[in-house]
Structure formats: structure tokens, C-alpha cells
């Protein structure tokens, strides 16, 4: 399950983190990735079973999916992880690899304190760690 935890630094101030069973989640901007057609059915489908699942009209799960993508390294798949506030539920919908690929904008992700994953090969095949 997904959870966002409070981390307070040694500065004192507090920051939230995105981890997905025990691992840290980094967030993914849309412009950073292309889905393809089957990618966007998927979505769909997943929209469509998470409105069915929890008896929330199809608009509020498309508004509370907004800006919550993620991934979940070293998992190839991207999630959608958000929280439902009416029914106190966390979702985490994942996106296999084979459904979307990294855009030009992304030839680096950083991940955080690890360093940064550097794109050789659009199509996420070959990826390395630096730093």
C-alpha cells in the first residue's frame, strides 16, 4: 500500500514522502513520459474499475488521479498513488512498462539522495544510476 509519510530534516522543517510498500515513490510529470494507445486504454480502464471499486463517480477519480504519478525504482511500471478523503482509502494503480516510454524532456529523472537515472535508450530499456 501506498503511504505518505512526514520526514523532518535536521533543519527542523517537515516534507512529505510518497513510499509505495516501504519504498520510496518519486514523482513523474506528465510531460516526462508518452503513453500509447494501449497505455491510454489502460488508463481508462483503470479509472473505470477505481470509480466501480469504490462507488465514486468517474470525474472525482480522474481529479483525485491528477499530478499523482509516480514511480517506484527499481520497478519499471509507473503508479498512479492517491488518497480518497471521503472514504479514507489510499490507491495505487500501476501502468506496466510496456504501455508508455520516457519523452525527450526526460534523459534525466532524479530520484532523490540516490542521484539521478540517466535515459540512454528512449525506450527505458538501458538504465543507469548516477551520482
Not at 469504490?54 to 477519480?61: A, D, K, M, P, Q
Not at 494503480?93 to 504501455?99: D, N, Q, S, T
Request: proline residues 5%; positive net charge.
Amino acid at each position: 500500500m501506498f503511504c505518505p509519510q512526514d520526514l523532518t530534516g535536521l533543519s527542523g522543517s517537515k516534507k512529505v514522502g510518497v513510499y509505495l510498500n516501504g519504498r520510496r515513490a518519486y514523482h513523474v510529470k506528465l510531460h516526462m513520459v508518452q503513453f500509447n494507445q494501449r497505455g491510454m486504454v489502460k488508463i481508462g480502464q483503470l479509472i473505470q474499475d477505481i470509480s466501480h471499486y469504490y462507488g465514486l463517480h468517474v470525474s472525482r477519480v480522474k481529479e483525485l488521479m491528477k499530478d499523482t504519478l509516480y514511480t517506484v525504482p527499481p520497478n519499471p511500471s509507473l503508479y498512479f498513488l492517491f488518497h480518497i478523503p471521503e472514504i479514507e482509502a489510499d490507491v495505487h494503480a500501476e501502468v506496466p512498462r510496456a504501455f508508455w516510454r520516457y519523452t525527450e524532456m526526460a534523459r534525466e529523472i532524479p530520484i532523490g539522495e540516490q542521484g539521478i537515472i540517466k535515459i540512454k535508450d528512449m525506450d527505458g530499456v538501458n538504465l543507469s544510476r548516477t551520482g
